[in-house]
């Protein structure tokens, strides 16, 4: 099977009702960006914080993977496929695909405020002020702020070189270190983006599908993947 790594970003999730901040001035979900996912925010305001991943949280337990995630999971059929993505959600995984990287962290799971590799699994549950990790420590969201590191970069820039074609999809292509992994790809190898407003243009190796995701994965699971059978 041919090697396809997916690139996605919030647009993916959009069309399953979650919103975006970059969509909306600066606001996320009527909270000021830095003041709900910045490190500094944290330090400031933790229970601000807690608050609005626990409402975040319980927003995910409400929607479900759209069309688009359940095309990437059939897609598995005839591809070998490992999803990157940036959205901290778990609609991927509901739908049914079975290798994702998490470049930004997981909404369903929280991990230690003094050991980055102490996480664990909370599914849609609160955390309240005062919880705590094994070590002693505050439990925090496992989601990566503006103002940390992404610790996933390195495995996902990995994936991108191996890949016999590269798939983006709601995803801006102008936030790094994400927006980066693009320039891992191989030279010899399709890039297919799926955007309805493509910052990029296409050109012989780019390909543009210039729609949201659950239409552009359609078409492209119609006009390009079947070619890619064996």
Excluded: C
């Excluded at 399953?16 to 009527?30: A, K």
């Excluded at 695909?97 to 998490?102: A, D, R």
């Excluded at 930004?104 to 050991?115: D, F, P, V, Y």
Aim: charged share 25%; no cysteine.
């Amino acid at each position: 099977m041919k090697h396809l790594v997916v690139l996605t970003g919030a647009g993916m999730s959009a069309e399953s009702g979650i919103r975006t901040f970059r969509d909306h001035d600066g606001l996320w979900e009527n909270y000021p960006v830095q003041e709900v996912a910045s490190i500094e925010g944290w330090y400031k305001n933790p229970e601000l914080m807690l608050r609005f991943y626990n409402e975040r949280r319980l927003q995910l337990r409400d929607v479900s993977p759209n069309e688009g995630h359940k095309t990437l999971a059939r897609l598995e059929n005839i591809f070998n496929i490992q999803i990157i993505t940036q959205n901290i959600d778990d609609l991927h995984e509901r739908a049914g695909s079975n290798h994702v990287l998490h470049l930004h962290g997981e909404l369903t799971k929280a991990r230690s405020e003094k050991n980055d590799n102490l996480i664990v699994d909370i599914g849609y549950n609160p955390i309240r002020p005062g919880d705590k990790a094994s070590d002693g420590a505050r439990l925090r969201p496992h989601i990566v702020w503006f103002g940390e590191a992404v610790p996933n970069i390195g495995p996902a820039a990995q994936m991108v070189e191996k890949a016999d074609m590269l798939l983006i999809i709601g995803t801006s292509l102008v936030v790094y270190p994400a927006a980066g992994l693009i320039h891992y790809a191989r030279p010899d190898i399709p890039v297919y983006l799926v955007d309805p407003h493509p910052a990029i243009t296409s050109n012989n190796k780019i390909h543009i599908i210039a729609d949201k995701a659950v239409a552009g994965l359609t078409r492209f699971e119609e006009i390009i993947a079947k070619s890619y059978q064996e």
